[in-house]
Structures are given as C-alpha cells and as structure tokens.
C-alpha cells in the first residue's frame, strides 16, 4: 500500500492521474475516511468502462497505471449480454418489418432474387437474407416530348407528304407490374421515351399534313398510345400507359408564316368550291325537274294516245258487230252521226218545203237570229 497513490482504485503514477483520461489529480484522502466508498466521478468512469467493454473496446489496459494493482477491468455478466442480444433483436425486426402504403407495391428479394410481391399493410421481410423494394404503382408519370417540352428537336418530325411538323405530346404511364419494372429496364423513363419518341415518328411517317393539322388528332393520340404499349408489353417492361395527350401539332417556326398565307388560300379556294358546287347543284336540280316534267307529259301523251286508240277499235268491232246484224239500220246511224259531226258546229238553217205545207216560208223572217235567240235561251 506504500506505493498506492492513486486513492483506494490504485493505478497512480502519472503524478495522481487516473490513467491516460486526462482527469485532474485527487486530492490526498483525509484520515479518517473509509477507504470503501468510492466518488461520484469514480463511479461515472466504472460506468463508462463497462460501456465499452460491452461495445466492444477492449479492457480499458491503456488507462496509464491501472495494470499495476487494479485488475483487468470490468466483466461481462448474464445481464449485459442479454441486453446486447435483445436490442440485436430489436434492430433485426426494425429492419425486417416494413409497411407498405395502399398506392404502393414491395418487391422482396432472397439473396437478390426476387422472391415475391407484397401488398399494402405490414410485410416481414428477414434481413438481410430477403431485401425489399417499395414501388409508388397507382401514382401517374408524366414524360414530355417535344421542341417546346423537352429545348430539343425531338418533336420535328417528317410527314408521309414529305412536309416538317413539329408536335408536342405527353405520355402519362404508371407501373403495372414492379418485378418486370425492377429487373427488366435499366432506365424506364428513357426507355419509354425512346419507344413513344419512335412510335410518333412511325405513325407521322404513315399520315400527311393536314390530317395531323387538323381532325385526326385524337385518333392519333389513340393509336400512338395503343402501339406504346405493345412495344413495352414485348419488353416485359412492366410499364401500364395511361393516356396520350397530343398537345400540339404545328409547321415549323421558319415557315410558319408561308404555311398560314398557304392554309389562307387553300380555305378561299375551299369557300369558292363550294359556291360553285351549290350553283351546280341548283341548276343540276333544275334541270332533273324539267326533265322529269318533260318525260312525265310524254308518258301522259303516249298512255292518252294508246288509250283513244284501243277505244277507238273497240268502238269500230262493236259497229262491226252490230253491221253484221243490221247492215241497213247501221249504215243509216252511221251516216247521220258522221253528218252530226260534221255539220254540227256549223250555222246551217234546212228548210223543208213539204213540212210547212202549202203557207211557205215567210221571206223577210230573221231566221238566223232566231236560232242565236233559242241557242242562247237553252244555254241559260
């Protein structure tokens, strides 16, 4: 005990320096102190040295003379073992437990395989023989393509009546199926643009100007989306595309004032055709209709004709009929009928000599006005 310097824990010979700590020298205990109760800061430094030795960092033989008369530090007991496993479990689950949301999907992977898929709630995943991956699959990608969209020449594309238009469109894409999507692309938004980017220039190649210009635009947009998605099906990309929107479809920014003056004159040229069309049409219809007019008087006529025709030789077999009969009586009403006809609309006075008998005819009477007189009395 002569050469114990260092207080009741031994160890002196730095000048009363517990060791390499750098801590301030004690100050020399009084006489009558026990020699059982150590200090506050004595106890923190117990503490500290069981911390790490349980971490891992040795018996703390580097604390200058402690070697000499105070053992080999602290051991390891059932206590600080038990903690030590415990909290290893407690980070192994923090790192095999994971929770995925309802708009995401988790791919799990054994030894960097994948192994399966997990669904929205609470997955178990061992680490770190299974790793996971968590996937947003219901959120919507967008991916812009186009001079104006992209500051590149991307969107100038040529037409199947070799003219330069330039679109802007945007393919709005979200992930369908998140093993394909992992291990199947090595960069899936480059991937699709380069397919949508290829499958425009393919469907602009097979249309012409004014089509694109004008009214096909939707059906572009379906087609364009349609033909994405068999290209990305035949890579098992994994990738689901939503939608197309064809935002714009213009000439080229050099020519566009010449196209405008262009699409001006084409449009006076269309407005002139029509007028004359209508003019046309109007005439053409005239025309029909007086036709028509013309052939239905001649078919009137003919039927007319055809009809007086057969009446007549109807009438003429029946006289014959009845000539054969009668041939006197026939003949009589056939020659007084034809002089009916004849003299009928003639002003024609017969006089009979035998029918006034022996008093004549007076000279002087106004005969012709007397028949004017009783044609006109019969007529009222």
């Known amino acids: 005990m002569a050469g114990n310097n260092g207080g009741p824990w031994g160890g002196g010979g730095n000048n009363g320096s517990n060791g390499g700590d750098n801590e301030p020298p004690r100050p020399p205990r009084r006489p009558n102190e026990p020699q059982g109760i150590p200090e506050i800061d004595e106890l923190v430094n117990k503490g500290r040295e069981q911390l790490r030795v349980l971490m891992g960092g040795g018996n703390g033989g580097n604390n200058g003379g402690r070697g000499a008369g105070g053992g080999s530090g602290p051991a390891l007991t059932r206590g600080t073992i038990g903690l030590g496993i415990l909290g290893a479990i407690v980070l192994w689950g923090m790192a095999s437990f994971y929770t995925v949301k309802p708009e995401e999907q988790s791919v799990e992977l054994m030894l960097g395989r994948y192994s399966s898929t997990g669904g929205p709630g609470l997955n178990f995943a061992p680490w770190p023989i299974v790793t996971r991956e968590v996937l947003a699959v219901t959120s919507e990608r967008n991916i812009d393509i186009g001079t104006s969209r992209s500051g590149m020449d991307a969107g100038l594309m040529l037409t199947g009546d070799e003219n330069i238009v330039d679109i802007d469109f945007q393919v709005v894409w979200n992930i369908s199926d998140p093993s394909l999507f992992l291990f199947n692309l090595a960069n899936p938004p480059q991937t699709i643009e380069a397919v949508s980017e290829s499958a425009m220039r393919e469907i602009i190649a097979q249309s012409e100007l004014a089509p694109i210009l004008n009214r096909d635009r939707g059906a572009i947009a379906d087609r364009l989306s349609d033909l994405i998605q068999t290209t990305l099906d035949s890579y098992d990309s994994g990738v689901n595309i939503i939608r197309v929107n064809f935002d714009k479809a213009d000439p080229p920014v050099e020519v566009i004032a010449s196209f405008r003056k262009v699409q001006d004159a084409e449009q006076e040229r269309d407005r002139l055709q029509n007028v004359a069309d209508a003019y046309a049409n109007q005439v053409l219809a005239g025309a029909r209709g007086e036709s028509a007019q013309l052939l239905e008087q001649a078919e009137g006529y003919r039927a007319q004709v055809v009809n007086e025709a057969a009446g007549e030789a109807s009438r003429f077999t029946a006289v014959l009929n ?55 009395g019969g007529s009222n």
């Not at 034809?338 to 000279?363: C, F, H, K, R, Y």
Request: net charge negative.
């Open 322 to 376: 009845e000539y054969k009969k009668a041939p006197e009586v026939t003949r009589k009403r056939l020659y007084l009928e034809t002089m009916e006809q004849v003299l009928g609309d003639m002003n024609i006075v017969i006089l009979d000599e035998n029918a006034g008998g022996s008093q004549g005819v007076v000279p002087y009477l106004p005969l012709n006005e007397l028949t004017r007189s009783t044609t006109n």
